[in-house]
């Protein structure tokens, strides 16, 4: 799992302080989300809202994440300069031009969801989804960094990924969602 959001009604992509740890990768995942999800202008404003996290984190190491992460500033559609991230198999969304990373992020998914999925089943607050063999963590990792709000994470094996929902009864709604995914819906 990506992250730990604030419980239910809370939007995609905060967090409860405390609830994750305080690891480079963990600090470094929140970055990556937040540049994902928002037009981010300055190191400063990046400092204030994982501040605003209970992440309390220095210039000098705010600057070296950027870096490992591969971030780079691009001028958006308002001509302000933001931070972008450029992974190795797409393109970066501000880059893009699109209004937001969650447009590309769901935008993944569900091709992903067309290309891999094979079968959806649900029970209360779980999804087995069933990939080919050796899909299922790329499926599950695709579906971890999409900050859905309805989903807690995802466990994944060779070719089963199960889902976990945040409410109680949310399987069979979210099944049906990846199933009208896989079906180009």
């Not at 937040?34 to 309390?56: D, M």
Request: aromatic residues 2%.
């Amino acid at each position: 799992m990506s992250e730990v959001s604030a419980g239910r009604g809370a939007l995609p992509g905060t967090r409860v302080p405390g609830n994750a740890p305080s690891t480079k990768i963990a600090r470094q995942a929140r970055i990556r989300a937040l540049v994902t999800l928002r037009a981010v202008r300055s190191q400063a404003e990046l400092a204030g809202l994982l501040s605003a996290e209970g992440i309390q984190v220095t210039q000098g190491t705010l600057s070296r994440d950027l870096l490992d992460l591969g971030a780079t500033r691009v001028r958006a559609a308002d001509g302000t300069h933001v931070y972008a991230l450029r992974s190795e198999d797409e393109e970066s969304p501000r880059a893009a031009g699109l209004e937001s990373g969650a447009e590309v992020l769901d935008a993944r998914l569900t091709r992903l969801c067309a290309e891999l999925l094979v079968a959806a089943e649900s029970s209360a607050n779980l999804v087995v989804l069933h990939t080919p063999p050796g899909a299922a963590n790329f499926l599950a990792q695709s579906i971890d960094h999409s900050l859905l709000p309805d989903i807690l994470g995802t466990i994944a094996g060779d070719d089963t990924v199960v889902v976990i929902t945040r409410r109680p009864d949310g399987g069979a709604d979210v099944a049906a969602r990846f199933l009208e995914w896989a079906d180009g819906v």
